[in-house]
């Protein structure tokens, strides 16, 4: 066999091999990597990972008590993720939970959220994973039990005022529109989205406030927007949880009086 004769196989074999190591470069470039068993290891990163780490680390996600599920309607449309479906949300979210967790040395305790083996999702710093697990429990614990609590209002009556609060600010009734905005709008730009929401108490006392301190004639109507605002922001995000968070311990205070003083009654009731 002559070398001229080895050439083309030779030109094969290289090209072969190029077109190998490009189908395994391309595959990994664009997210997804077959294994030895024919299955698929997704790496999301990028823009997904961009866009779904702002939602769920500010807004959380919305589960459905009656129904047991996830609502990622909400979700899907803050975050700009139209084309993924509810099961494919889910699939991040759980991973993404379980890269949180792992990055802060926490453990999953329950099977049921236990991430798809197949999703490999770039880890980000303890700072912000820890962040975003104390926001994600908060909002949920507001939709799910803080809210639907049927004494919501009177456990609300213990909040108490704050010199880092707006002067403007009444205990009580801007307590739970600021947990109901939380819940609407997450906890991020909360001195547009929940300032300016209609439905909620915060816009008209804002103007009632700016107009007796001498405001500009001719504001626009959104509070942030068009002339100074002299009383600033709402809150910030670290603040709205912070306040929010202290509702929260305070319905809890609340609820374990209750508890204590039944139980003093049965304990009575007994003698």
Known sequence: MTASSLM???AMYYKERRQRWG????ACTGMVLKNCTNKHIYFVNGPLLTHFYRVVSTFGVVFDTQRQKFDWAQFRAFARLDKKTDESLEKYYYSFIAMCKRVCRMQNKSEAQLPDPTLIIDPITEERASRTLYRIEL?????????PHPLLSERLK?????????????????DHDLILGASKHGVSRTDYHIL???TLAFLDAHQRSTSQRGG???ETTKAGMGAPDTTGPLLTSDEL????AAATIAMNAAKEEEEEEEEGKKKKGRR
């Open 8 to 10: 083309p196989d030779g």
């Open 23 to 26: 189908s395994f470069n391309v």
């Open 139 to 147: 909002l949920r614990r507001i939709r799910e039990q803080v809210l």
């Open 158 to 174: 213990l909040c108490q005022s704050s010199p880092d609060l707006p002067e403007w600010w009444e205990s009580g009734r801007h």
């Open 196 to 198: 300016n929401d209609p």
């Open 216 to 218: 500009v004639k001719g």
């Open 241 to 244: 949880a912070s306040a929010v």
